[in-house]
């Protein structure tokens, strides 16, 4: 009979060993897989709120809807690529608001020689004078240069909207961002409106945009390539401070863009 306990004894000690041991295993486990793939936290910088336009602003590239007379302007003020440049080069300001059903961005680009060196919207794109809008729906940062999860897009002169897709190649991505611009002289006011998509959207299949909110955040930066007749771009001015001494990683990187915030 006591031979049957202390069997029975060890067999349950046994028991809870191997549940011990295999419950370690399994922590461990999970820790390596966490630290493998690491989860994107982004730091919000440049945060900045945005008014909801109560009337949606007319796409003409005439900035006397009344929102825009609510409305602050930010400046294009960080070189990101180039030499300095000069006033009579370059100069840019824009305003953002919103609506349920997509983002408002106006943009005042002051650029003495509008340059489309590239007729086909597919060929070094960036090269072009063009203002490039980055979107990040859901504010988490990361890497988005072959994928999703944010969007770079470059809105060429005559309209055309590009950015890269998962398969590595260029797309045009017109149904996102329409535009509308009045250049007189120097001075080009563009007017965009810009359907929202997160990082679900899928090239070629039917995509719902996302429904905006107040207080929603999302990653926002804009930019403009600046080309007055050079084989490439002269100059990328940006909207928001890119720590470190590599500046152009907006097209690579969603952490560098500055953070909105829908309000009211
Ligand atoms: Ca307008
Ligand atoms: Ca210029
Ligand atoms: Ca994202
Ligand atoms: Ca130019």
Same mark, same amino acid.
């Given at each position: 009979m006591k031979k049957i306990t202390f069997l029975v004894a060890l067999s349950l000690l046994l028991l809870s060993c191997k549940k011990d041991v295999s419950t370690h295993s399994k922590n461990i486990a999970a820790s390596i897989e966490k630290k493998t793939i690491p989860q994107?936290?982004?730091?919000?910088?440049?945060i900045r709120e945005v008014k909801k336009a109560?009337?949606?602003p007319k796409l003409d590239g005439i900035m006397d809807d009344p929102i825009w007379k609510e409305t602050k302007w930010y400046g294009f003020d960080q070189k990101w690529l180039g030499e300095p440049y000069e006033f009579s080069d370059f100069f840019g300001r824009y305003k953002v608001a919103w609506t349920p059903?997509?983002?408002y961005i106006l943009a005042e680009i002051k650029d003495q020689m509008l340059y489309d060196q590239n007729k086909d919207p597919l060929i070094r794109w960036w090269d072009d004078d063009c203002v490039e809008i980055f979107i990040d729906a859901d504010n988490s940062g #990361? $890497?988005?240069q072959f994928s999703n999860n944010?969007?770079?897009?470059h809105v060429a002169l005559? #309209? $055309?909207?590009?950015?890269?897709?998962?398969s590595k190649?260029?797309?045009?991505?017109?149904?996102?961002?329409?535009?509308?611009r009045v250049t007189n002289g120097d001075v080009s006011v563009w007017e965009f409106e810009v359907v929202i998509y997160d990082d679900s959207y899928t090239e070629g299949k039917v995509n719902d945009p996302v429904v905006l909110e107040k207080d929603q955040k999302l990653g926002f930066a804009i930019a403009y390539n600046d080309n007055d007749g050079s084989k490439e771009r002269e100059n990328f001015i940006g909207s928001v401070f890119v720590p470190g001494e590599e500046k152009n990683l907006g097209w690579i990187n969603a952490d560098v863009f500055g953070t909105i915030v829908l309000k009211e």
């Open positions: 994107n936290v982004k730091k919000d910088h440049q109560v009337i949606v059903e997509a983002l #990361g $890497n988005h944010a969007f770079a897009y005559d #309209g $055309n909207v590009v950015d890269l897709d998962e190649n260029p797309v045009l991505l017109n149904h996102h961002v329409k535009t509308k």
